[in-house]
């Protein structure tokens, strides 16, 4: 078995309908198979994943998802969750985060 972290920011958006939600969002670690990850008991919890760099450029007003709104993040604080596939199972050449 292969572990992997993703990094979890708790955070909140403002949907098209004016309503609130608390989202946590994802960096998952380079190099895990795409269907690993959505296989997992991580991805059904991740409300959006993004790179480390969209990370950084995320900001309150920010667009994310399907037209919804940032306006809240702890940056500062992110959780680490971690999960594990068996790379026999996942092929790496068809896609990685």
């Keep these: 078995m292969k572990k992997y972290e993703v990094k979890v920011y708790h955070a909140v958006i403002r949907g098209e309908d004016g309503v ?45 998802g399907d037209g919804d709104t940032l306006v809240e993040i702890d940056k500062a604080n992110p959780s680490i969750w971690e999960a594990e596939y068996d790379p026999e199972k996942y092929n790496e050449e068809e896609g990685v985060f």
């Design 20 to 64: 609130e939600y608390a989202v946590d969002i994802g960096v998952v670690q380079s190099g895990v198979p795409f269907d690993a990850y959505w296989d997992s008991w991580i991805d059904p919890r991740i409300y959006f994943n993004v790179t480390a760099q969209e990370m950084e450029a995320l900001d309150v007003g920010s667009q994310v």
